[in-house]
């Protein structure tokens, strides 16, 4: 006898996946998805990853996210699309929604315990990305080669018994200028919540998972970052009137399948029940 037991939160923040791409690890971020039953999913921006995006490699695991999550949303998980910089073409779409499903940039959350959260990507304080696209184009091209490399090492060290290590994690850690990029990033972000009066501000973008206090002259903010699913396979969760980072590597508690319903499924059976999926009276939101 199995038992498919779930846990409920009000509200688990995902970002960075960049399906599409080598370096998603989709099966890792199936079994987080069927091990939790959240009232709102918020998909932080680079969900999807339309820069890099190849029809010769969207694999059967990738295809298996988007069907979970539009399952979410058929069984009434209020699912919010922030929209990214990687996946920045359905910013056309913004302010759409579909059912259970709604496209944004940004978004503000009252919560439970009478406070608020301001939820958005992150991208627009990137320089490279506002003024110079093609030279952030090509480092997520870098990126992706570096994560693919890295696949390959990994695979020789558990094949000799060792730990998994992280090249990029490493680069960006012994990098004064990437540690910088980070720290201005998070005050930036912190900065303007404070200003607008917001007691909590979560990005994504930096792959860089966090939670801490920021403090200026004017108030203080709790800044979040939800990290990625390339190389943190993290995710923020709000349940009990409190946040927490959920890590899937330290709080992966039961042994949940990646793909219990969608294992046995073609590709051509994915996209079906994908497509498939089309409620009555699409709407644009006010």
């Not at 958005?120 to 003024?131: A, C, E, M, P, Y």
């Not at 090509?138 to 290590?165: A, H, T």
């Not at 992280?166 to 850690?173: D, E, F, P, V």
Request: hydrophobic residues 40%.
């Amino acid at each position: 006898m199995s038992f498919n037991l779930k846990r409920k939160v009000e509200i688990a923040v995902i970002s960075d996946v960049h399906l599409g791409t080598y370096g998603c690890q989709a099966k890792h971020l199936l079994t987080y998805l069927n091990s939790i039953e959240p009232k709102k999913l918020v998909l932080n921006g680079d969900i999807v990853d339309i820069w890099q995006f190849s029809k010769r490699y969207f694999p059967k695991s990738h295809l298996r996210v988007i069907k979970k999550i539009i399952d979410m949303a058929a069984d009434g998980t209020e699912v919010i699309y922030i929209t990214g910089n990687h996946d920045e073409m359905l910013r056309k779409f913004s302010d759409t929604t579909i059912g259970n499903i709604s496209i944004v940039d940004k978004v503000v959350l009252e919560l439970d315990n009478k406070k608020k959260a301001w939820i958005f990507h992150g991208d627009v304080f990137d320089l490279s990305i506002q003024n110079a696209k093609w030279l952030a184009k090509l480092g997520g091209y870098g990126y992706d080669l570096l994560i693919l490399m890295n696949s390959l090492v990994n695979w020789c060290l558990e094949k000799l018994g060792r730990e998994r290590y992280s090249l990029s994690k490493k680069i960006k850690n012994s990098v004064k200028s990437a540690i910088k990029y980070i720290s201005d990033f998070e005050n930036v972000a912190a900065d303007l919540a404070i200003d607008k009066g917001y007691d909590y501000v979560i990005c994504g973008h930096i792959h860089q998972p966090k939670m801490l206090v920021k403090e200026n002259k004017n108030g203080s903010t709790i800044y979040m970052n939800s990290g990625d699913w390339i190389e943190n396979f993290t995710a923020l969760e709000y349940q009990f009137k409190r946040w927490k980072i959920y890590n899937y590597n330290s709080d992966k508690l039961l042994p949940f399948y990646a793909d219990e319903e969608f294992k046995e499924m073609e590709v051509k059976d994915l996209i079906a029940a994908i497509t498939i999926f089309n409620p009555s009276n699409p709407k644009k939101s006010d």
